[in-house]
């Protein structure tokens, strides 16, 4: 028959899991290319974003 565990070692043990989940996700997050050349140029300034006298404006 197994023996019960107190319940600070079953909180202990929770901590812990938790811990490492959170050690986890952080470690994941962080992983990704550390070399920049692998990730797509960013937009011309001249195409990134149209001019407001481009913009079609509402007449009222």
């Known amino acids: 028959m197994p023996v019960r565990t107190r319940t600070a070692e079953r909180y202990a043990r929770a901590l812990a899991a938790a811990l490492a989940a959170v050690a986890g996700l952080l470690l994941a997050a962080n992983a990704g290319p ?7 140029a960013p937009a011309p300034v001249g195409e990134s974003a149209p001019h407001l006298e481009e913009l079609a404006s509402v007449n009222r």
């Open 34 to 40: 550390t070399d920049p050349s692998g990730s797509p």
